[in-house]
């Protein structure tokens, strides 16, 4: 089975600042691993994926996240925080030899920047 | 290339109805996943669709069913509604069953119980 954990529900942090919002999975296959990004009343949005190869992912919106098998963890960040980072962020796992489409997420991060 | 699309966008039933959500997904997409989103218990797998066939469940009881049409697009059916339904569903689409690596979410259907 797996799982998802984000360390933290509310992260805040200044604009111009480091954003870093921490997740561990736990697979017992080499996993997917995914993060999105969620602004309110809307859909959710592809931040970046790690499926193989480098371990160092960059997304969109100048984040990225690095995958550490040793740690179980995905962690996410981005140099310096903007107004328009404030939303809900979600870390997630998939199983990359299922033949299911399913993914299990994590409970979310809400991140809010002070001006 | 449009984008997977979910009518209607918002919804609002009272208790004991039934209520059916549609997803259209990309063009060419022939996997349809939905997912519920609650403030409690946070986003969860409900049911996927490939070709018109239900191809993998999640826990949620019987209320929640689906389906999926020849033109891929897919319905999603809640009968006798309960206050605790009301959330955000969420529908994704991909080429083919298991591609989670490429799969696209649509802007969602939020459901309003009363």
């Known amino acids: 089975a797996q799982s998802v954990t984000q360390l933290g529900s509310h992260v805040s942090v200044s604009e111009g600042a480091l954003v870093l919002l921490r997740c561990n999975y736990s697979s017992s296959v080499p996993p997917y691993l995914f993060w999105y990004v969620q602004y309110p009343n809307q859909g959710l949005q592809l931040l970046l994926k790690y499926t193989t190869g480098a371990t160092l992912v960059k997304g969109i919106n100048g984040f990225e996240a690095e995958f550490k098998k040793s740690e179980t963890s995905f962690h996410l960040t981005k140099p310096s925080a903007h107004m328009s980072d404030a939303a809900e962020y979600f870390c997630a796992v998939s199983d990359p030899y299922s033949s299911a489409s399913k993914i299990i997420f994590g409970s979310g991060t809400r991140l809010s920047i002070r001006p | 290339k449009a984008g997977v699309t979910q009518t209607p966008r918002y919804l609002i039933k009272t208790r004991g109805q039934q209520v059916t959500l549609s997803c259209s997904p990309i063009?060419?997409?022939?996997?349809v996943s939905w997912y519920q989103q609650t403030p409690g218990q946070g986003l969860q797998f409900l049911f996927e669709?490939?070709?018109?066939?239900?191809?993998n469940k999640g826990n949620f009881p019987g209320r929640f069913s689906g389906r999926q049409f020849s033109n891929s697009r897919s319905e999603m059916n809640v009968s006798t509604l309960e206050l605790g339904d009301s959330a955000l569903y969420l529908c994704a689409s991909s080429f083919r069953s298991g591609e989670t690596n490429e799969q696209f979410f649509g802007p969602g259907t939020r459901l309003t119980v009363l």
């Open positions: 669709y490939f070709s018109e066939t239900q191809r």
């Open positions: 063009s060419g997409h022939r996997s």
